[in-house]
């Protein structure tokens, strides 16, 4: 939601961009290409039928009163005219029936090949992205909405396309049947163009008042949640804040309808003139000169008089249309601009087909350092360890120090800025990119559970499918649950392992409490054999007996793999081989807990504090807290 | 024409819609009748302008058919033209001025009524996630809907009158030409039921699975999965679920993509376009015989086009409104919802005692059987609705709080109380009762010895100060943040403020704030606003309880997101200012927490489990006990007791 937010934030104040005509047409080309590829039926029919739909329109409308006129202008044969009505009448219905099958039946499934298609490739760029690009606020305003409109967008290209087709049919269809009953008569049609620029202003004036309004709605729309939200109900009530919020509300309305007032009145004067000249000047205006044709000059048969009296609205109907059309085809543009953008990326962090497999080994970090996009200082600054194979590791100190940044590039989730990462001498990106991350079992604490089964959530894969592996693989979920203690949890479950995690899939599936969750995502440490084993801390949510025996499990599962722990529990550092304390994106100290302390550096300073209620007598404690 | 394949409407018993648009209409008028005035003149001016402009060109058609003087003609023309200069003001003045600003006014009447009333709506509705996601998330939308409704109704009213007064010119014409309308819009109408009914069944299978598309986009799009994405083959089995539900889809598609294809392709299309040939047949003979002009033929084609359009945009309002009216229920259900909870009068004296007397707790839903079906019928609708492009995170159910078991305690003034044990074990939903956010099932608490129901709701909660784990920085001033919202800007407030951001330990981060207690905090509302970390947040709201002389404060695991040194610190001076400020009066505290570190402490810990108070007394005299809570004190403090410390 809170990216949602930003989005909302940037758009407004911003200037519609203008992209030149030639990348309109690639970009509407190129996602033309892509439906094309994924169902190159669909796009072929759909234009036909829709043209065929102008056709059957113009001819069953203007046309057929024009024959009708003209027919029995000079005195022709009811019959024949009746039996040309019900030809017509046949083709009408066959062509809106194909239409139908096409809609409910092909449409549906064509467009579904073509979403997944446009999905399939989005989804595979998105995961090949690097994960800054997702911490990057610029990143989700443009690409998160490029993939959420890509298949709404993709319809619509296609629709513009079937509508351009269509329309320009029926516009050259209306105007030559004006032209043949007289020229002039087009000129009445091509008033609107002239008062193009009305509508342009028009527009102007409406985005400026838009954004006007945006940072009012905003507004609006933060004391709403103020009102709605559970996360607010508690202190609303207790603070008295609703009344400075509905206060606040009551001056935005005033604001709004003093902005509405201010626009209103320019927005109005000019849409009358608009439709004035449509409704009056081209409309009105051209029946009265065909009556003056008519009954004047002469020129113009009663029966034509006729005909365009009733079709002129319609030429310059299309032509609107077909404009307005045409435009639309430039915000398209706009967003395959963005979509393109997001596909054609380079991802900075890429997999190495020449790559060797990683497979385990010491990793030595050298001089580490990491800068985000856009931020002015590092976050590390040159930081060196090395993790030997089945070393126990502790990586602590205060939030934001640094930690959790070191992790992501240790599993080269980040390109370093500096410096490097190797495994037994050969740097990182020497490695298979998916090999590396392999190597590692990391559970952070921002997990996640997914709308799986509970095996498939703990082993991150499918379950094999043959019968011999199949075997195994349960066996080595069932282990890892019980080394986490979840397995009593899993056994209550009505398909037990097989159990769908979440209510997104099912509606019968199994909602987990925080700590049951964190159960299942350390149970992926048991089902793995991934040499290194990182933990992010990942146990706040347990209680301390299920932590304690948790750790206990962890240890000695993890006895022959390297494990990095990282927490701001110090209690979790006593039995590591190496401790190592952040601080501000440098490690100030390390070496094992008892050097640390011998030190008496900031690390035993940190582990005294956390340590004294524990260790004091409850009397001193009391004393000593409130002094 | 395409439309048709993708009209999807739900189906409510006539009846209910009726009864819901009147009263929505009822509820418009009592807030701002002006609007539904001018919505009913406009709607009357615009049934008078369709009228009118067919008539004209009847008459214009009428006067070519029987006299050849262009001035004859062309006074209808002048005619309709001056019709339109006149009537196009009031009508774009009412459009683009006087409406924006009426439903602007209208929304923000509405929305304050509603904000009043969540306000007083009892907490436990927050609690509750069906009342949550179904009634006030999905209440933003009811200003919308009451708009619709009105717009709607006007509009069929100005559709059937316009329409009526164009049949009744066709049948002027000619009374066969009117039989054959009336049956077209008979069979469209069939059609259209039938076909809504096709679509309801069809969308029940297919909701569950546009679900499942949605929940896989949002795995790929949303930064929380990103990182296990990467580091796991779960991807794979995502875009492998997709491709099933898009098989599934497929299959429903086709199956019913038939019926559709018969109802709409067979039923609609000979109705409609059976219509219109009829219609022209008919006028081809009627001129042939000389019964009809070729002016009167062309009014009647071109009334008849008029017509068919008018009669799509009835049906269109038509179909609208019982889409409508499921939110309209749902947003008087809001309204009148009662509260379960009911203050007593009795005025609030000052803190002696709280005492628990066999209180057990389970928790119920506080909505009826009606509320909670037509909940589960609008969260199908709005997934419907909303479609497939939406990120929004649901909530999925939270757990139902573990249920309190005949607890029974007495806390006395002065006392510093820990509640202790396991997450789930009760301790939250223990505080709630303690704030009257919820009634016991059974047994009673008592403030002073009286049963805390026969106390002024208010003025007993305004005895209470809490800081919940959970609490919210507001966008406002940081001085409002602490005091709330509009306070009075007296030098004795701001004394308190400042005191209250002292006991808190934020005074070092005030002093850099160049505003002091007025500089706005985040940046929801003002760019200059300033973000708090999470720990100087926390320090903000711990503030709010030492700002007034509370008789009892409630702290409810606070120092949660600190760093050891500064939860150490924040403990010293917690007890402290409770102590201190309170001219010599002792504050009552309770502290909640899993950390035994921060309560040893206390004067007497509860250690609770499974909804159950098992042990209490004070620290030593619990160790001493050798029960659970020594067992889960000793597993906590075993890693920094191996540590081994030099002498401080």
Redesign the interface.
């Known amino acids: 939601m809170s990216t949602k937010k930003k989005n909302k934030r940037k758009n407004d104040g911003k200037k519609p961009e203008k992209l030149p005509l030639r990348r309109v047409l690639q970009n509407n080309l190129f996602m033309l290409g892509m439906i094309r590829r994924a169902a190159p039926a669909y796009i072929f029919i759909d234009v036909i039928l829709d043209l065929l739909w102008s056709v059957i329109e113009f001819f069953s409308g203007s046309f057929l009163l024009k024959v009708v006129v003209d027919h029995l202008g000079e005195g022709g044969d009811p019959v024949t005219l009746a039996w040309f009505i019900l030809g017509m009448f046949a083709i009408h219905i066959t062509v809106f029936f194909a239409q139908q099958a096409f809609w409910q039946i092909y449409a549906p499934i064509s467009q579904r090949k073509l979403y997944m298609a446009i999905r399939i490739a989005l989804y595979t760029q998105m995961q090949a992205v690097e994960l800054s690009c997702y911490e990057d606020p610029a990143y989700y305003e443009k690409y998160v909405k490029a993939m959420n409109e890509a298949e709404d967008r993709a319809f619509n290209v296609l629709w513009s396309l079937e509508r351009l087709f269509g329309q320009v049919f029926s516009l050259i269809a209306n105007a030559l049947l004006l032209w043949s009953i007289d020229p002039i008569l087009m000129l009445f049609a091509l008033i609107p163009f002239g008062v193009g620029f009305i509508r342009k202003k028009r527009n102007k004036i409406a985005f400026k008042e838009n954004e006007d309004i945006q940072k009012l709605a905003w507004k609006a729309n933060y004391i709403q949640r103020g009102f709605y939200l559970q996360d607010y109900a508690k202190e609303m009530r207790l603070t008295g804040m609703s009344d400075k919020l509905l206060h606040d509300l009551d001056e935005t309305t005033v604001e709004i309808e003093r902005i509405k007032r201010r626009y209103g009145i320019r927005t109005a004067a000019l849409d009358y003139t608009a439709r004035i000249s449509h409704e009056v000047v081209t409309v009105l205006g051209a029946c009265l000169y065909a009556v003056y044709a008519t009954l004047v000059q002469g020129s113009i048969g009663v029966g034509d008089c006729i005909v365009v009296l009733n079709s002129v609205g319609s030429v310059s109907g299309y032509l609107q249309g077909l404009v307005t059309n045409l435009v639309s085809f430039h915000e398209h543009a706009l967003y395959i601009q963005n979509l393109r953008a997001f596909l054609d990326y380079e991802p900075a962090i890429k997999e190495n087909p020449e790559g060797v497999a990683a497979n385990g080994g010491e990793i030595v970090v050298e001089n580490l350092r990491y800068r985000y996009a856009g931020a002015e200082t590092d976050t590390l600054h040159g930081v060196s360890l090395r993790i030997a194979p089945g070393e126990k590791i502790a990586l602590v100190g205060q939030n934001g120090s640094g930690k959790s940044t070191f992790v992501k590039l240790l599993l080269h989730l980040y390109e370093p800025s500096e410096g490097s990462i190797t495994l037994e001498g050969v740097p990182m990106d020497h490695h298979t990119l998916a090999s590396w991350r392999k190597s590692f079992r990391p559970v952070f604490q921002d997990y996640s559970i997914f709308a799986l089964s509970v095996a498939e959530n703990i082993l991150m894969r499918p379950l094999r499918k043959d019968p011999e592996g199949e075997a195994a693989d349960r066996a080595l979920v069932e282990n890892a649950l019980r080394q986490s203690g979840a397995f009593e949890r899993v056994l209550k479950m009505p398909h037990g392992m097989d159990t769908m995690l979440t209510r997104e899939f099912d509606d019968k599936g199994e909602v987990l409490s925080g700590g049951e969750a964190q159960k299942i995502a350390l149970s992926r440490v048991f089902a793995s054999d991934a040499p290194v084993v990182i933990l992010d801390e990942p146990t706040s949510a347990l209680d301390p007996v299920a932590e304690y025996r948790l750790f206990e499990n962890m240890m000695q599962a993890c006895a022959d793999r390297a494990v990095v722990f990282i927490s701001h529990r110090l209690s979790s550092a006593v039995p590591a081989d190496r401790v190592y304390l952040f601080e501000d994106g440098r490690i100030v100290e390390s070496g094992t807990h008892k050097e640390l302390m011998e030190r008496g550096g900031h690390y035993a300073d940190m582990f005294r504090k956390q340590a004294e209620s524990y260790r004091a007598t409850d009397a001193e404690t009391r004393e000593e807290v409130r002094a | 024409?395409?439309t048709?394949?993708k009209i999807r409407k739900p189906r409510r018993r006539a009846r209910t819609v009726l009864v819901y648009d009147a009263k929505i209409l009822a509820k418009v008028w009592r807030l701002l009748p002006s609007y539904i005035i001018f919505l009913a003149l406009w709607s009357l001016m615009w049934a008078g302008i369709d009228t009118a402009a067919v008539y004209f060109?009847n008459a214009?058609?009428n006067a070519?058919d029987t006299s050849?003087?262009?001035m004859d003609?062309?006074v209808f023309?002048?005619a309709?033209?001056l019709f339109?200069?006149v009537v196009?003001?009031p009508d774009?003045?009412y459009?683009?001025?006087l409406n924006?600003?009426l439903e602007?006014?209208l929304r923000?009447r509405m929305?304050?009524e509603?904000?009043?009333k969540?306000?007083k709506m009892d907490?436990a509705c927050?609690?509750d996630p069906d009342f949550?996601n179904q009634f006030?998330?999905a209440?933003?939308e009811s200003d919308n809907r009451a708009i619709a409704v009105v717009r709607a109704l006007w509009n069929i009213v100005n559709r059937i009158i316009s329409a009526t007064a164009i049949s009744a010119l066709l049948l002027t014409i000619n009374v066969w030409m009117g039989i054959l309308m009336m049956t077209g819009v008979v069979i469209t109408l069939v059609v259209d039921y039938f076909g809504s009914r096709l679509w309801v069944k069809v969308m029940e299978k297919m909701n569950?699975l546009w679900?499942?598309e949605s929940?896989i986009?949002r795995?790929?799009?949303l930064?929380?999965?990103?990182?296990?994405?990467?580091?796991?083959?779960?991807?794979?089995?995502?875009?492998?679920?997709?491709?099933d539900t898009?098989q599934e889809?497929?299959r429903l598609?086709?199956k019913y993509?038939?019926w559709?294809?018969l109802l709409?392709?067979?039923g609609f299309?000979?109705a409609r376009?059976?219509t219109?040939?009829a219609t022209?047949?008919i006028?081809?003979?009627e001129?042939?015989a000389g019964r009809v002009g070729?002016?009167g033929?062309?009014a009647a084609?071109?009334s008849l086009?008029m017509l068919q359009s008018i009669m799509m945009n009835l049906a269109e309002s038509l179909m609208e409104l019982p889409k409508h009216a499921l939110y309209v229920e749902k947003y008087f259900k809001f309204l009148e919802h009662e509260n379960h909870l009911v203050s007593g009068t009795e005025p609030v004296p000052a803190f002696e005692s709280l005492t628990f007397e066999n209180v057990s707790f389970t928790y119920r839903s506080v909505f009826t059987d009606a509320e909670m079906a037509l909940a589960a019928e609008i969260k199908e609708f709005e997934k419907r609705e909303r479609g497939?492009?939406d990120?929004?995170?649901e909530k999925?159910?939270e757990?139902r709080p573990t249920v309190l078991k005949n607890v029974s305690f007495t806390i006395r003034k002065g006392e510093k109380t820990a509640i202790v044990g396991?997450?789930?074990a009760g301790k939250t939903t223990l505080i709630k009762l303690v704030m009257r956010l919820y009634d016991p099932t059974e047994g009673r608490i008592l403030y002073n010895g009286r049963d805390i129901r026969e106390y002024d709701l208010r003025a007993y909660?305004d005895r209470i100060g809490?800081v919940?784990q959970?609490?919210?920085i507001?966008?406002?001033t940081l001085g409002?943040?602490v005091m709330?919202?509009?306070?009075e800007r007296t030098d004795e407030n701001e004394s308190r403020i400042r005191e209250a951001l002292d006991s808190a330990t934020f005074t070092d981060r005030l002093s850099t704030m160049e505003k002091g207690l007025e500089t706005p905090l985040t940046r929801?509302?003002d760019k200059e606003g300033v973000n708090l970390?999470?720990g100087e947040a926390q320090k903000v709201a711990i503030a709010?309880v030492f700002v007034r002389p509370y008789d009892l404060i409630i702290m409810d695991e606070p120092s949660s997101a600190l760093?050891?040194?500064a939860e150490?610190q924040l403990?010293?001076s917690i007890?402290?200012a409770a102590?201190s400020r309170d001219c010599g009066r002792e504050a009552t505290v309770i502290f909640i927490s899993?950390r035994?570190?921060?309560t040893?402490?206390a004067d007497r810990i509860f250690l609770f489990a499974n909804g159950e108070l098992c042990e209490q007394g004070?620290?030593?005299e619990l160790v001493a006990m050798e029960g659970k809570y020594a067992?889960?004190?000793r597993?906590?403090?075993?890693?920094?007791?191996?540590?081994?410390?030099?002498d401080?």
């Open positions: 024409m395409n048709v394949a060109r214009m058609f070519l050849d003087r262009f003609v062309a023309i002048f309709l033209a339109y200069l196009f003001v774009h003045i459009g683009l001025i924006p600003i602007n006014k923000y929305h304050a509603l904000y009043r969540a306000q907490l927050y609690d949550y006030v998330w209440m933003r569950p679900r499942r929940y986009t795995v790929f799009n930064s929380d999965y990103a990182k296990e994405m990467r580091t796991s083959d779960v991807g794979d089995m995502m875009t492998r679920d997709c491709e898009v889809l497929n598609d086709l993509g038939k559709f294809t709409y392709g067979v299309n000979l376009r059976g219109y040939y022209i047949l006028m081809v003979f001129l042939s070729l002016g033929f062309a084609v071109a086009w497939k492009t990120t929004e995170e999925s159910p757990e396991y997450n789930g909660r809490a919940f959970d609490y919210r507001f966008a406002a409002e943040n709330g919202g509009g306070y929801e509302i970390s999470g709010r760093d050891p040194v150490y403990n010293h007890l402290n102590d899993h035994l570190s921060t040893r402490f004070s620290h030593d067992e889960m004190f597993m906590q403090a075993e890693k920094y007791q191996q540590g081994d410390i030099p401080a």
